[in-house]
């Protein structure tokens, strides 16, 4: 299978999270691993590491079409996820169900392109 170079990349803030959903490494793995199947991603490994009882977390899941990492503080009750995929995967699906999870206050997003040929000018 040939994947295109092409992607999105999605960079979510997500404020206002209760403490308690940011700081248990197994729940963070698998909704992450859920927000890939929900985006049609093919998952290869994931790596989270706790930074110790009632403290933030951090991880990866790497995927055939990129990855999706988050980073928690659950002493500001903040996350940050970055989803970068390619292919026929949709990020926007991986985000609702992180969305959903995390129930947040409040979210930023910011959408990046990427991988777009530049145009050149003649």
Do not use: Y
């Not at 927000?35 to 790497?62: D, K």
């Not at 969305?99 to 003649?122: H, M, Y």
């Amino acid at each position: 299978m040939v994947h295109r170079a092409t992607g999105v990349h999605l960079l979510a803030d997500f404020h206002g999270v209760d403490p308690a959903r940011l700081t248990a490494v197994e729940r963070i793995d698998e909704l992450l691993r859920a927000g890939a199947e929900a985006a049609g991603a093919r998952i290869l490994h994931s790596h989270f590491h706790s930074f110790g009882e009632a403290m933030g977390v951090t991880g990866v899941v790497l995927l055939a079409e990129s990855h999706i990492s988050i980073h928690t503080w659950p002493e500001f009750g903040f996350a940050a996820a970055d989803i970068f995929m390619c292919g026929e995967a949709v990020p926007q699906l991986a985000l609702a169900v992180i969305d959903n999870a995390l129930q947040p206050q409040s979210r930023t997003v910011q959408t990046i392109e990427r991988g777009a040929p530049v145009p050149t000018s003649k």
